[in-house]
């Protein structure tokens, strides 16, 4: 148990967003965030949370990741819960996978909808990343609809994260009958424990 415990590792990230944008969907503006993890092994557990100026978004996960040469994969749960108003439970089986460049991931899940008949969704994306700079293409099916581009650069400077993001969501994302175009800037910190 003692070795075990040695190997584990705890940390926690504090982040700040100029925009939250969650899977191409707008969330807050000026939103700052917090998490713990643990890993072990290729386990993982956490939780990360979120302002989203009506209360909180408080996600929790867990799951397995690891590789097989050039290959990655990755298999978990994810819950996003809401300490106000702004939103409901979203319940999510989580799967990735990766070759070089490359990586995509699905999530299974259903929305509880505020009291009305439950929706069930699944989330795609396919991102290709190459020294810090990405693309990513995604999209909804079933109940839910829409899709978005997410074009970004991410680097670190003296252990603190920065990352500038263009993002292209169609109209079933944001609400109106046009492509919507958003600049997001994010900074982050991460903390050994």
Do not use: C, H
């Amino acid at each position: 148990m003692a070795t075990s415990a040695a190997n584990a590792d705890w940390s926690a990230n504090l982040g700040y967003a100029s925009d939250y944008y969650f899977r191409g969907i707008f969330q807050a503006t000026s939103s700052p965030s917090g998490g713990f993890d643990y890993e072990s092994g290729g386990f993982y557990a956490g939780t990360w949370a979120a302002d989203v100026k009506d209360g909180l978004e408080v996600d929790g996960y867990f799951g397995y990741g690891g590789e097989a040469g050039d290959f990655t994969y990755g298999i978990g749960y994810t819950g996003y819960f809401y300490t106000g108003d702004f939103d409901d439970t979203y319940q999510e089986v989580n799967l990735s996978g990766g070759f070089g460049l490359v990586s995509a991931e699905v999530a299974i899940g259903q929305y509880d909808n505020n009291g009305g008949p439950t929706l069930d969704y699944t989330y795609y994306a396919v991102s290709i990343e190459k020294d810090g700079f990405y693309g990513k293409y995604a999209g909804f099916s079933q109940d839910f609809s829409g899709d978005y581009l997410e074009l970004g650069y991410g680097t670190t400077i003296a252990e603190i994260d920065f990352g500038i993001t263009l993002l292209f969501n169609d109209e079933d994302l944001n609400g109106t009958d046009s492509t919507d175009e958003s600049l997001i800037f994010t900074i982050g910190k991460s903390f050994d424990l």
